[in-house]
């Protein structure tokens, strides 16, 4: 599959500020879609996108479609301790193939 | 409505022993994906099952397999089991008739092979 470039590999914030987390690749996907991991569980679908320059919220989430196609960023407001845990950006070249995952974003929110 | 169930949620395999784990979709999901995690590779995908045929296929050996019944219920099947082989493996389903992006995934399935 491709490689999904997903930075930072980790980050701390304190509660209530806002961050930031980006995924890029060498390759032009259709679809861009961001999962958060919990300990212990499976992925969930957080914010799917699938127009070039699309921007679509989920409460405190926001997500962008990179023009290019090839990145996408995920922002989240006012960050709360329950959003601790994995963040994973995923790309899918058209509907029929398979999901290429990045390797995760782990954010800590500390008090 | 009940979520993606696996089983076993733990299990532990010696090298060269094989394993077989279950996936039980979404009620009404007929695409079933497969996805190895581990910390070092991340989320790889396996395979995908649509009305019992494999639609898509991964990069890994031909020790790992699969299969879906007409029931859209899944299995896995890894033979001959390598100490890389310890991951999680997660299952997800789909409801759209192929496979999309938003995927339902169950806890999966947490294998050590010792």
């Known amino acids: 599959g491709q490689q999904l470039n997903q930075s930072p590999q980790s980050m701390f914030t304190q509660e209530g500020e806002d961050v930031s987390m980006n995924c890029t690749s060498s390759?032009?996907?259709?679809?861009w879609l961001w999962y958060k991991q919990d300990p212990g569980e499976g992925p969930v679908l957080l914010i799917a996108?699938?127009?070039?320059?699309e921007l679509t919220s989920n409460g405190r989430l926001t997500a962008q479609f990179g023009i290019t196609r090839k990145d996408s960023f995920l922002n989240i407001s006012a960050s709360i301790p329950s959003d601790v845990g994995i963040y994973f950006c995923a790309g899918q070249l058209d509907s029929g193939y398979a999901l290429n995952f990045g390797k995760g974003t782990s954010l800590l929110v500390t008090p | 409505k009940a979520g993606v169930t696996q089983t076993p949620r733990y299990l532990i395999k010696t090298r060269g022993q094989q394993v077989t784990l279950s996936c039980s979709p979404i009620?009404?999901?007929?695409?079933v994906s497969w996805y190895q995690q581990t910390p070092g590779q991340g989320l790889q995908f396996l395979f995908e099952y649509f009305s019992e045929t494999q639609r898509n296929k991964g990069n890994f050996p031909g020790r790992f397999s699969g299969r879906q019944f007409s029931n859209s219920r899944s299995e896995m099947n890894v033979s001959t089991l390598e100490l890389g082989d310890s991951a999680l493996y997660l299952c997800?389903?789909?409801?759209?008739?192929?496979?999309?992006?938003?995927?339902?995934f169950g806890e999966g399935s947490r294998l050590t092979v010792l």
């Open positions: 009620s009404g999901h007929r695409s």
């Open positions: 997800a389903s789909s409801l759209a008739a192929g496979p999309t992006g938003e995927l339902f």
């Open positions: 996108l699938y127009k070039a320059g």
């Open positions: 390759s032009i996907f259709n679809t």
